[in-house]
């Protein structure tokens, strides 16, 4: 299942690269796209704002198929202030631009499964695909907005998988 998760993160930052590339975070020094997954994060005690936050939260297993088929609940968690040039009186408005943001990267809904262990990247035999987002409630939070948008991944487990 782990290259399942990798090939959906990879898939999500290089197209938010694409589609905004402004749409940055530094972490540890580091300036990158602004997506991370939690789990392979040192913990935090806020959330990064202005980014898109990965997070892993159910599992399933479809048995009854010629490969198993698992099928993974992801979370994706982002926030906004707004600007400071409208002293966050757009947080509204940032937090609709982040929306799209999630729409845009996770469309199309699949992609070909790599295993990003091997150097370079190996391309695997079957592809990672997930559902439209269902999207949650805006959540006012003193000068912030925050959403949830959750996804089902799913990922047939190839030979030789973990």
Request: proline share 6%; hydrophobic share 45%; with cysteine.
């Amino acid at each position: 299942m782990q290259n399942a998760k990798d090939t959906f993160y990879v898939t999500l930052r290089n197209r938010l690269a694409a589609l905004n590339p402004a749409r940055t975070m530094t972490l540890r020094a580091v300036s990158r796209p602004g997506i991370l997954v939690q789990d392979a994060e040192a913990p935090m005690p806020q959330p990064v704002l202005d980014a898109f936050s990965i997070n892993w939260t159910g599992l399933a297993a479809d048995l009854q198929m010629p490969a198993i088929l698992a099928q993974l609940t992801c979370e994706i968690q982002y926030a906004t202030a707004g600007t400071q040039a409208n002293a966050g009186l757009d947080r509204g408005r940032a937090l609709e631009e982040m929306d799209y943001e999630v729409l845009s990267i996770l469309y199309p809904y699949s992609a070909q499964k790599m295993n990003y262990a091997a150097a370079p990247a190996a391309v695997m035999e079957t592809m990672v695909f997930w559902s439209e987002p269902e999207f949650g409630a805006a959540v006012p939070l003193r000068d912030r907005l925050s959403r949830t948008a959750k996804v089902t991944v799913f990922a047939f487990q190839e030979a030789g998988e973990k």
